[in-house]
């Protein structure tokens, strides 16, 4: 489990299964982020001993939603407070890359070919091409909340889940 504190700290917001199964990358609010005010730690752990293998961050916020690329050499992290979305490149050393945002930012879903895409609290979608280069940032109709998104296999369709109103839009 992440580590814990006697407050808050010890919380898993955010979990992903490598495609291979071998790693599960966790975060969300670990004791670092409760005790020292930022955003904790992204934790990879090895799914048959469960022990923590590798730590990526401090991360500027706490992390809300993470995401294995299709071929595992990718992971993204979306994060809270207007800290936008890291993104890190396998063997995941070092800072990862961030885009900025002027709200949270709630998810974060890789399609097959390897394209990210995020939903943040203002009402914003992005899509971020390979490597790590955002290509559209467009607001949702009527100022709809998306909170969630998910991504068919083949790429042809996304649904929207929203925390405003009830529904989901395919």
Avoid: C, H
């Avoid at 809270?80 to 930012?105: E, I, R």
């Amino acid at each position: 489990r992440l580590p814990m504190s006697d407050g808050e700290g010890g919380r898993a917001y955010a979990v992903a299964l490598s495609p291979d199964g071998r790693i599960l990358a966790a975060g969300g609010l670990d004791a670092d982020a409760e005790i020292n005010g930022n955003g904790g730690y992204v934790y990879l752990f090895d799914t048959i001993s469960g022990r923590i293998v590798q730590r990526l961050g401090p991360m500027p916020a706490i992390v809300n939603d993470l995401d294995y690329s299709a071929d595992g050499q990718r992971l993204a992290a979306a994060l809270d407070a207007s800290s936008g979305v890291l993104m890190w490149q396998a063997p995941f050393k070092g800072p990862g890359a961030q885009a900025a945002y002027d709200a949270s930012v709630s998810t974060v879903e890789f399609d097959a070919a390897g394209v990210l895409y995020a939903i943040s609290g203002d009402g914003q979608f992005s899509i971020i091409d390979p490597p790590f280069t955002p290509r559209l940032r467009i607001p949702l109709a009527g100022g709809a909340k998306a909170d969630s998104l998910s991504i068919s296999p083949d790429g042809t369709r996304m649904a929207l889940g929203y925390s405003d109103r009830a529904g989901i839009d395919i």
